[in-house]
């Protein structure tokens, strides 16, 4: 007789739901027999770009060394990143994209009994990672789809040990402003880590978003996570960081997986940091995108959540997976979000105009079929 493995799966494990990625183009392509070459994928907030020269040639060049393990420590990016940034070396951990840094926080910091605080319409790894270690989500209301602050600060209690806040937040594109993170953290128990997740900072230039990274010297239970896979375009290599207090870094340090970025991200991800044109290029084609999508849908009537960040939510002000399946049919693939509480909304990636083009046509014709 075998043993039920489910049963046997940690109680928080067992009633996890995967993370449900945005559908592959080669899966549309099988499954509704479509050309792939017809099919364009604004679902899942990646570069439209195609990557940095530079980038494909620093992977060019570390192919040679194939055979070898990463370096473990990433010596060489950290030491870079902690130029760019202003802080230490040692205040500095790799991830295998950001999402495995949020893994490893709920698994040195979370445990049954413990707490992670985080938004309504938050990003789905959030609860994923709290739930997985046994810990408990403590979910703060939004506000106006947004993060709000001063709710999540009441939703702290003794048992709390993470907030996890995205700014700007996926899948709403909603942001707060400087001052409203600084009273948040003058407020948040000094031994409550905050994780401010700024995946699509790059995309939100200028002095409407605090710069997570201007508060770090102040709080060192301020830990802020960035990644490699938006405005650097380097998504399918998994390459994220975080930098936080040295004591905060050496916890993680700890759980991390010896080798958890590969060799090929780290000579990437060098290469891209210094290619400020190419993120340069990625933000003002981020800007033409949103005003062009913002512009095409308003000329259709409908409404969005205005976003800082490389994709849109769509207001359809009706239920939204029967739209997202016949976008499907038309061949462009959007992200539903009704599993994030909003079920009348359909994400959408900033693409190329051309695809933007594309999206807004399927659109207004899937619409008009009712
Ligand atoms: C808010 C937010 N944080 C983190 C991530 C993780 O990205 P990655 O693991 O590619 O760095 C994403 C990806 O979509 C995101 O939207």
Redesign the pocket.
Known sequence: MSGDFLALAQPGVQKLSPYVPGKPVDELARELGIDPARIIKLA??ENPMGASPRALRAINDALAELTRYPDGNGFELKQRLSQACGVQPQQVTL????????EIVARAYLAPGLNAVFSEH??A?YPIVTQAVGATAHIARAKNWGHDLPTMLAAIDSNTRVVFI?N????TGTWFGPSALADFLAQVPRDVLVVL????IEYAEGAELPDGLDFLSAYPNLLV??????AYGL?SL???YALSSPVVADVLNRVRQPFNVNSLALAAACAALDDVDYVAQSRQLNEAGMQQLEEGLGRMGLDWIPSK?NFIAVDLGREAASVYEGLLREGVIVRPVGGYGMPDHLRVSIGLPAENSRFLEALSKVLARG
């Open positions: 899942s907030n991830g295998n994209g950001s999402n495995d840094i949020l938050a990003f790894i995205a700007p937040n996926n899948p997740d700024e995946a699509y996570s960035r990644t490699f896979s938006k998504a998994r390459v994220g960040a």
